[in-house]
């Protein structure tokens, strides 16, 4: 109800969107709460036609909400059987079998292939048909003890995991049915080896053997900054000097997921071609070296670099340009056009994109809102 009340009444999404958002949450994950700022988020940065898009970032924003919570109930799981959860790069389902003196392998195997990815959550106790997590299967909890796995998991697993937790939901109190919830988050000490000698990380629905390049990177991350493009929002509005032009103002914000402080980093953005009757400025921010370079064939750049350190888990904007053109261009403006994003640093870089392909008349559609809103 919550869900509908907030698309309904408060941003009047486009049907589609709406559609999209509702089956979501009736037919597949977990159903956290979703607030209006993650409605907007998913509308801004999406599109309403870009289905596969918001169902991915559902996901990551669901099971992120799953992986946080700070205890776990029948009824979390409860849901996740309701609402067809599927497995994931951050969640998996195993039956009680794989909780036995024969599975210390497999055990030390999964959960070392969380902590070398990004963390997440494996619920033994519960079978999955097609990586849909389909009943409770109890584990014995009276011979499988909570400590029983936690010894398992610290005697088989080279390198001890910070902030490894056990959750056991007890289905009764008498010969303690059970099954464990095991929050693993991505390590800051990777790479973890398994019993067997080798290194896993968590690909698709498995956990799969690393190669010794990828081994010695994950090592280097524990003693370098590593920035990565966070998110990036566009907002739409009219020219205030002439009302037959709009400007499309770009927010990138970028994160430092490394374990060192960064001091010498630039963020870009690339668009190829500018139209000749479209105009760009990069805006003023917290960075004081900022600039749009003419790099010849109509090819665009607008950077900011660094004039201030971004440290571990720190998320800051790294960039914020404006493109203004008239109203009546705005749907060749964003027909097939991809804007390039890049954060340089001094270790490497990253690189992601915003896809403006058929959001011309989503764009309208806010803008004319935003004008409906004003004039009431």
Known sequence: MFLLVCI???????????QVLVGYFQRFRVG????????????????????????????RVSMK???????????????????????SLYLEFKAAKSIHRDSRHEISKDVSAFANADGGVIVYGLTEDNHVAKSIDPIDGLTYT??????????????????????????????????YVVKIPASPDAAHMSKDGRYYIRRNFKAEPLQEYEVRALYERRTMAILEIEDWSI?????????????LEVYVSIVNVGTVVESIFAVNAYIEPLPVYADCMVNKHMFRNHDVIHQGNGRIKFTASSDRPIFPDEEIRGLTFTVSMPIDQLANFCHGRIIRLMVNFSS?????EIDLSNRAQDMLDQLAKRTGNLDA
């Open 8 to 18: 309904r009444h408060t941003h009047k999404y486009p049907p589609l969107f709406e």
């Open 235 to 247: 907002k739409i509005d009219y020219d205030k000097n002439n009302h037959d032009y709009v400007d």
């Open 146 to 179: 909570k400590e029983w796995v936690e010894d398992v998991i610290a005697s088989n697993v080279n390198r001890q995991i910070p902030g490894l937790v056990i959750h056991p939901i007890r289905l009764n109190l008498v010969d303690l049915q059970s099954i």
């Open 348 to 352: 490497g870089m990253h690189e992601s």
């Open 32 to 59: 956290e709460v979703i607030t209006k700022r993650l409605l907007a988020s998913l509308y801004f940065r999406l599109g309403s036609t870009n289905i596969q898009l918001v169902f991915q970032e559902l996901e």
């Open 65 to 87: 909400s799953f992986y946080e919570k700070e205890t776990y109930t029948l009824d979390d799981i409860d849901r996740l059987i309701e609402h067809g959860a599927e497995e």
